[in-house]
């Protein structure tokens, strides 16, 4: 079993639409969570962190449900520039990342 | 900006050669990794390293080795190249002990083995 799951999609829609997608991770003892982007060809970077208490950052929003281990990312009022694969990352101890093989999104104009 | 900076973005290699791949970061990070990222699979980690000298084995090292003898440089070797190497390979870096794994990663080399 993988250590993170996603749905590879794609999602697409049109701008101005809300899109939200999951992961599922398997190791109850992970610690942190994150999102990173990656654009095509490109390299991933971190988007946002995820905490417990759910967490905004603009038109983002992540939640996490430790107690049925999975983590959710919320677009609203998408845009063409939000194009991309999102990356679910968890972490277990100091050093290493566990990553998903991410989920694409294409909003359409 | 942190910066990581690989030594190829296209690597073109004949089966059996031996392949270098190169990283540099120039913000003092303790940790360097190498993944490699297939469509479907993601990024899977090959070996990382905690400190100058110090390597680890990640999820996939076989056909693999690293080096580092300098904290900014971090070395990926295929000993003799095959087919099923044939993949985008990513470099990352990050900080230890500050509670944040935040990794850095550099532009990536897409390696091609014919």
């Known amino acids: 079993r993988k250590e993170v799951e996603q749905d590879p999609g794609p999602f697409n829609v049109p701008e101005g639409a809300t899109v939200a997608f999951n992961c599922t991770y398997s190791?109850?003892?992970?610690?942190?969570f994150f999102w990173y982007r990656q654009d095509c060809r490109k390299e991933p970077k971190l988007l946002m962190s995820v905490y417990s208490s759910g967490n905004e950052d603009g038109r983002f929003t992540a939640q996490l449900n430790r107690a049925s281990q999975y983590i959710s990312l919320l677009i609203r009022d998408s845009k063409l520039s939000d194009s991309a694969t999102y990356l679910c990352?968890?972490?277990?101890?100091?050093?290493?990342?566990?990553f998903g093989a991410g989920t694409t999104v294409t909003v359409r104009a | 900006d942190v910066k990581v900076t690989q030594s190829s973005r296209y690597l073109v290699k004949r089966t059996g050669e031996k392949v270098f791949l190169e990283c540099v970061q120039d913000m003092d990070h303790e940790n360097m990794f190498w993944y490699r990222q297939d469509p479907g699979l993601g990024l899977r980690l090959i070996y990382f390293s905690y400190d100058v000298k110090m390597k680890e084995k990640g999820d996939i090292p076989e056909g693999y080795s690293v080096s580092r003898e300098k904290k900014e440089r971090f070395s990926l070797i295929l000993e003799s190249a095959s087919t099923n190497q044939t993949s985008m390979y990513l470099c990352?870096?990050?900080?230890?002990?500050?509670?944040?794994?935040?990794?850095?990663f550099g532009p990536g080399t897409r390696l091609t083995v014919t």
């Open positions: 990352v968890v972490n277990f101890n100091d050093y290493k990342l566990s």
């Open positions: 990352a870096s990050s900080l230890t002990g500050t509670g944040n794994p935040e990794q850095y």
């Open positions: 190791n109850s003892a992970s610690q942190s």
